[in-house]
């Protein structure tokens, strides 16, 4: 059993792209569980959240002390298995990221920490400098050459 725990303020739209998501993950063989800490939400966020319920292994938390500490704080009674994974609430995963992940738990018992490339997902062209930026350090961008392994 492994839990997906993250947390979200006010991002209605974004929410439900990731959601949609996850709808798509394949689960793995353990099972799976993922907590969503509404963080003091106004727009429709718990309105979307609702929505995936019946479509996910949905634990949705209602945090109204505003900030991710308090939030993700709030689902961590909640975590149930032996790997948790904290992520963004703008990640669009591909299907097999939780096989991927508890793979690397299963297989590498030395490590306690694994992560994967990480792309961007431009709602809009970016600007121009954008292009000149290093993107590691800057945005946490993972080259998609680099090679898998220790870190």
């Known amino acids: 059993m492994l839990t997906v725990l993250l947390a979200t303020r006010n991002r209605a739209q974004i929410i439900q792209g ?5 709808c798509r993950l394949y689960p793995p063989s353990s099972g799976w569980k993922l907590i969503v800490v509404d963080n003091g939400s106004t727009d429709q966020t718990a309105a979307v959240l609702a929505s995936f319920a019946s479509r996910l292994p949905l634990c949705i938390v209602s945090e109204p002390i505003v900030g991710k500490n308090a939030a993700l704080n709030a689902g961590l009674d909640l975590v149930e298995g032996d790997l948790t994974i904290l992520t963004d609430d703008d990640i669009f995963p591909r299907p097999d990221w939780l096989i991927e992940l508890r793979n690397a738990a299963d297989t590498q018992p030395n490590y306690s920490i694994f992560g994967g490339t990480i792309l961007p997902r431009w709602g809009v062209n970016p600007p121009s400098w954008v292009r000149w930026v290093e993107k590691g350090p800057v ?5 998609p050459s680099m090679k898998e392994g220790h870190i």
């Open 18 to 22: 990731t959601l949609q998501a996850f």
């Open 139 to 143: 945005y946490t961008l993972t080259d």
